[in-house]
Every structure is written in C-alpha cells, then in structure tokens.
C-alpha cells in the first residue's frame, strides 16, 4: 500500500510558478513509476507528466512541454512538479498517482493522493 500526499497548490499570476510536492508513505517510492495528473470541473483527468522508477525516463503532455518539469527524489519518498510560466488554462486540481507499470495512464495508476487546487489567474 502506498500513501500520497501533495501539497504546494495556491493562487498565482500568468506567468508565475508553482513547485508543486508528492510525499509518499508505504512501500518504497523507488518500486514506483510515478506521475502527475489534473483535473477541472466537468472534465476528465488528464495526464501533465510520469517520471519511471529509476528518473531516466520522463513524459510530458504536449501542453506542458518546456514548461514543467519532473523530478523524483527516492531517497527523501518525493515526487516534485515545477511549473513555471503558468497559463489560466493550467488551472486545475492536480493529483499525484504511482504506478506499478511504466508507461502508464489514468487508468494503469494504482494509487492517488488527494489532490491540490492551482488557480492561475490572468
């Protein structure tokens, strides 16, 4: 069983930055692909960026390409997102998943946490 936790959502202005966190507790992080995923209202979730087990493998959604990045630190049981210049359009909950398999989706990811609110402002 794997716990997540994300944090570092909060309101900010086009153009601005996020550095959003994923704090896993359970088994070893490192057993895990791991990803970032967001959601808005009335809309499915959607895939931002998976980062495999080891970090050397990493994908992005078109619409964050050069734009986010992701990052995994197995020693500390982290998962980070880095957004820099944010759009409105980015507005969203954004939700951490891990997942047994690589690559994967929504619907491959074995765990979720519960989700953090970024609201761009424009």
């Known amino acids: 069983q794997v716990q997540l936790v994300e944090s570092g959502g909060g309101l900010v202005q086009a153009g601005g930055s996020l550095r959003l966190s994923c704090a896993a507790s359970?088994?070893?992080?490192?057993?895990?692909?791991m990803g970032w995923f967001r959601q808005t209202p009335g809309k499915e979730r959607e895939f931002v960026a998976t980062?495999?087990?080891?970090?050397?493998?990493?994908r992005y959604a078109d619409s964050v390409k050069g734009r986010f990045t992701i990052s995994r630190d197995n020693a500390k049981i982290s998962v980070y997102l880095q957004m820099n210049s944010l759009k409105p359009e980015d507005t969203a909950i954004y939700y951490c998943?891990?997942?047994?398999?690589?690559?994967?989706?929504?619907?491959?990811?074995?765990?979720w946490g519960q989700g953090t609110q970024v609201t761009v402002s424009s």
């Open positions: 998943a891990a997942a047994t398999i690589w690559p994967f989706t929504v619907s491959s990811a074995a765990y």
């Open positions: 359970g088994r070893a992080l490192r057993a895990y692909a």
């Open positions: 980062i495999g087990r080891t970090a050397t493998s990493t």
